[in-house]
C-alpha cells in the first residue's frame, strides 16, 4: 500500500512536532522547574524578597535555650537571621570557646537545636543562622559555596566588632555549610578549627549529589543544562567550582565524609593536598549523640 506524498509530509511535520516538543519538556520545561526546587528555597512560590521575614526563635525558646537574636547584612542584596546563645554558665566570657553551627541546604538553622543544646550544656557559646534562601535569612537561591564563605565571614565580622567571639572559634558545616567553612578559612585566620560534614567540595559533585537526592531524571548535558537554567534564575555570578579548585585545608579540619563517600576524587584530592597533621578523616556517624562526641573530642584536641 503505497503512502500520498500528502499524508507523508504530515507524518513528517507530526514527527517533528513530536520531537520539538520533547527537546523543550527535556531543556526547558523540566529543569526549570528542577532547578527551582534543587536550588530554590523552600516555599520559594511563597516567597516575597520585599518584605522582611521575622527573626522568629519560637522553636528554640520551646527548646528552652536562651538566645539573642541578630541580623547581619552579608551584601547589598542578603540578610542572615542569627542567634546567639550563652554557654550554660549564663557568662559568654566563661566559655570554653564559640561554636558556629552552619545548617545544610536542605535546612535551617532550626534543624541545628539538638547539636547546639550540646555545646551549651558543655559551656560553649553557640552561633546558629539561616544560610542565604533559607529560613529566616533572605534570598531566592541558595549558592554553591562562595556566596556562603563569604556571608560566614560577614557573620563572624559581626561577632567580631561586639566582642561575641571566644576563641577558639569552631565552624560546623553540614553540606554546603561545610563547604561555607572550607572556603572561608582559605581567606578567614580568625577561624580555628573546622568540621565539615559532607561537603560538596565541588559543583561537579554538588550536582550529581542533589540530583540524586531530589529524584531528578538524567538526560543528556544535564549538568551544563542545569547550571545555565541557575544562572538564569538566581542571577548569580557564582563560579564553578571543578577538581582542580580544590584547595588544601587551612587550619586544624576534621572531615566527616559518608563511607560510600570516601574514595571520591574530589575528597582523596583534598587529602592529599592537605597537610595530614591539619586534616583528620572520618565516617559520618550517625546521630547526633555519636556527632557530638566526635566533635568534641576533634576541638579537645591540642587544648
Given at each position: ?12 511535520m507530526v514527527l517533528f512536532v513530536i520531537v520539538v516538543a520533547a527537546l523543550v519538556i527535556v531543556y526547558i520545561v523540566y529543569p526549570l522547574g528542577r532547578t527551582k526546587a534543587i536550588m530554590g528555597r523552600v516555599g520559594l ?185 541557575y544562572d538564569m534564575r538566581s542571577s548569580y555570578a557564582a563560579s564553578y567550582r571543578d577538581y582542580d579548585d580544590i584547595k588544601a585545608v587551612a587550619c586544624p579540619t576534621l572531615l566527616l565524609i559518608s563511607a560510600d563517600a ?42
Amino acid at each position: 500500500m503505497k503512502i500520498s506524498q500528502q499524508t507523508k509530509e504530515i507524518i513528517n511535520m507530526v514527527l517533528f512536532v513530536i520531537v520539538v516538543a520533547a527537546l523543550v519538556i527535556v531543556y526547558i520545561v523540566y529543569p526549570l522547574g528542577r532547578t527551582k526546587a534543587i536550588m530554590g528555597r523552600v516555599g520559594l512560590d511563597d516567597y516575597d524578597e520585599d518584605s522582611t521575614i521575622a527573626n522568629d526563635a519560637a522553636a528554640w525558646v520551646e527548646a528552652e535555650l536562651a538566645q539573642d537574636t541578630f541580623r547581619v547584612e552579608a551584601d547589598g542584596l542578603t540578610t542572615l537571621a542569627g542567634l546567639y546563645l550563652r554557654p550554660d554558665s549564663g557568662v559568654a566570657d566563661s566559655a570554653r570557646g564559640t561554636v558556629c553551627l552552619i545548617h545544610g541546604d536542605d535546612d535551617d538553622r532550626d534543624a541545628m537545636i539538638p547539636l547546639a543544646r550540646r555545646f551549651v550544656d558543655s559551656g560553649f557559646a553557640v552561633v546558629a543562622y539561616d544560610q542565604r534562601a533559607a529560613g529566616r535569612s533572605s534570598g531566592s537561591y541558595h549558592g554553591v559555596g562562595q556566596y556562603e564563605a563569604s556571608d560566614f565571614q560577614a557573620l563572624v565580622s559581626y561577632l567580631e566588632l561586639r566582642q561575641r567571639i571566644i576563641h577558639p572559634l569552631v565552624a560546623v558545616g553540614f553540606t554546603l555549610g561545610g563547604d561555607a567553612a572550607l572556603l572561608a578559612t582559605a581567606e578567614d585566620k580568625r577561624i580555628d578549627r573546622v568540621v565539615a560534614i559532607d561537603p560538596y567540595l565541588t559543583t561537579r559533585r554538588m550536582q550529581d549529589i542533589l540530583r540524586k537526592r531530589h529524584d531528578a531524571y538524567w538526560f543528556p548535558f544535564y549538568r551544563t543544562i542545569m547550571w545555565w537554567w541557575y544562572d538564569m534564575r538566581s542571577s548569580y555570578a557564582a563560579s564553578y567550582r571543578d577538581y582542580d579548585d580544590i584547595k588544601a585545608v587551612a587550619c586544624p579540619t576534621l572531615l566527616l565524609i559518608s563511607a560510600d563517600a570516601s574514595d571520591d576524587r574530589e575528597v582523596q584530592r583534598l587529602a592529599d593536598l592537605s597537610d595530614p597533621a591539619l586534616l583528620e578523616m572520618k565516617t559520618t556517624p550517625d546521630g547526633n549523640d555519636q556527632l557530638f562526641t566526635e566533635i568534641l573530642s576533634f576541638m579537645s584536641t591540642g587544648e
